[in-house]
């Protein structure tokens, strides 16, 4: 089929093919049987891109860098234009996830878009888009811990923050987030649905005190003001190194696509709730962005400080103001952990389905009580326990580990784009970018290929263990591991996505 697509495909909402609605059909026809329930709606599914993505938790976790990677003029002007880009990389993803609304998303796309060496294709995204989430589930249970530490100094002086301790709360925190994703699925999305309010509400508390408690604010002038204290002496360095800021925060969109097995009328919802996320993530963030920085007071003192969004928040509201804010964030921390695994355990669930982890017929089994795969749940929080345990020594040692978390993920979203571009017999589903496909994924890609170089370049001057960036190690070692093993072993029992049969065929193995 040609890349172009009739009016008729095109306008899906006013008269789509019953069948392309029937999302037990639709998923037998991609050779698989349903073993999931169904109880995602269109509000759902985009619950929880937006949890992960949680502009709360990624800018109150980034900010700091990127006050002293470019300052106020790339923390707004660098939001904007990257998350603008972002929507070109959701925009893609959402075709791909219309045409194969399956729960192993990017892997399983990568596969069937490939004109060759599918298997290979399938293997080395799956992995990525794994690694990725895992550290991902792992470094926001992190950034949590690191926060309610913050938080009991505060409100405790006596108490002294250590990593050892980081480490002990992230690990209550995965088993906590853990125990809530083994229980049945409806429970998962109305935690989701609790936390985009709990994001909505506490982001208008947030910048409502920010806006009408502080006594003075910046000049509107201030949001041109630049700053360069990465210690590289090149500016336009420092300023592409802020970027990371927005990137840092855009990442777990796939998460739509994961739950495309749960989701009623997924061929649709899925992309809507990639797109939506993404949308109402920039939106939002930008008003967030935007008032933190007008009520930046004592500019380096907070630059320097341990948390400098928690100091911004102490300099303009007050020491009790600010903890009750903070209270709001680390809330926020938690639920994109939360959605964090639940995305994790179902591109778990979905690569063992086809065979392509070890152990494969114990993660991808679905509990007949809670139709959930809880092993799946169990074995994601376990990896992401191991990716934390580093951090008792060496919090260079846990950066290093996790590192790899959105250079992994957004490599994994690259592939199956990539792999569209090439294609020219490529069958949308019925949402899709018509003829103008090709160009966005183009731009995607291009897009990808920038902020991965990126996120592997040095971000401090002088080099030295502690301020080396370990990325590129981290995804050499993921690499190479996956490339042994396919060599070793993998090539030769996994071809790709598995197909369990002819529709009618896997329609039987249905579990009621």
């Known amino acids: ?44 599914n985009f619950a929880i891109s937006f949890t992960i993505i949680n502009i709360l ?12 990677a470019g300052g106020p003029v790339i923390l707004v002007f660098g939001w904007v234009a990257v998350a603008a880009m972002v929507l070109f990389v959701g925009a893609s993803m959402a075709e791909i996830a219309s045409a194969y609304p399956t729960s192993g998303a990017l892997y399983f796309s990568a596969g069937k878009l490939a004109k060759r060496h599918r298997g290979a294709w399938s ?41 050892q301790r980081a480490v002990l709360i992230t690990a209550a925190i995965l088993f906590v987030q853990a125990l809530a994703n083994t229980f049945t699925v409806q429970l998962v999305a109305v935690l989701n ?22 006594s003075h604010h910046q000049s509107p002038s201030f949001v041109t003001h630049f700053v360069n204290n990465t210690g590289f002496t090149n500016g336009l360095y420092g300023a592409m190194l802020g970027l990371l800021v927005t990137s840092w925060t855009f990442t777990g969109f796939d998460g739509s696509f994961h739950m495309s097995e749960e989701t009623v ?63 709001i964030v680390i809330g926020a921390m938690l639920f994109c952990g939360l959605a964090n695994m639940t995305s994790n355990t179902r591109q778990i669930f979905a690569f063992s389905r086809d065979g392509a982890m070890p152990g494969s017929r114990w993660w991808h089994s679905v509990s007949a009580r809670t139709r959930t795969p809880v092993k799946a749940v169990w074995l994601a929080a376990a990896c992401s326990l191991v990716l934390v345990i580093p951090g008792w020594w060496s919090h260079t040692a846990f950066t290093a580990v996790v590192s790899v978390n959105v250079v992994g993920l957004f490599l994994a979203y690259a592939v199956p784009i990539f792999l569209r571009l090439r294609l020219d017999t490529f069958q949308p589903g019925p949402w899709n970018l018509g ?47 996956a490339t042994v093993w396919w060599f070793a072993t993998a090539r030769r029992r996994f071809q790709g996505p598995v197909s369990y049969g002819r529709p009618d065929e896997v329609a039987a193995m249905d579990l009621i």
């Open 1 to 44: 089929m040609s890349d172009s697509v009739s009016p008729a495909r095109t306008r899906s909402h006013r008269a789509a093919d019953p069948v392309t609605f029937d999302d037990d059909a639709t998923l037998h026809a991609m050779g698989y049987p349903r073993k999931l329930t169904r109880r995602f709606r269109a509000f759902d």
């Open 57 to 68: 938790s990624g800018i109150f976790s980034s900010f700091g860098f990127g006050m002293n």
């Open 123 to 163: 293997w080395y995204t799956g992995w990525l888009n794994f690694v990725g989430q895992v550290g991902g589930t792992a470094a926001t249970g992190y950034a949590a811990a690191t926060f309610i530490q913050a938080f009991i100094a505060m409100q405790w002086p006596s108490y002294e923050a250590t990593p």
């Open 193 to 214: 649905r609790i936390s985009v309010w709990w994001l909505l509400i506490g982001l208008v508390a947030i910048v409502t005190a920010l806006i009408v408690l502080p």
């Open 265 to 327: 009328r997924a061929t649709v919802n899925a992309p809507k709730g990639i797109m939506r996320a993404i949308g109402y993530s920039a939106v939002a963030g930008l008003v967030l962005m935007l008032a933190l920085v007008f009520a930046i007071r004592d500019y380096a003192g907070a630059a320097s400080a341990e948390a400098p969004p928690v100091q911004i928040l102490i300099d303009a509201l007050g020491t009790g103001t600010a903890k009750f804010l903070l209270l």
């Open 435 to 481: 003829r103008y496909g090709k160009l966005v994924a183009a731009v995607a890609v291009t897009w990808i290929v920038i902020s991965s170089v990126l996120f592997m370049l040095p971000q401090a001057s002088p080099i030295t263990a502690e301020s080396f960036n370990y990325a590129p190690i981290a995804l050499g070692v993921v690499l190479v591991i």
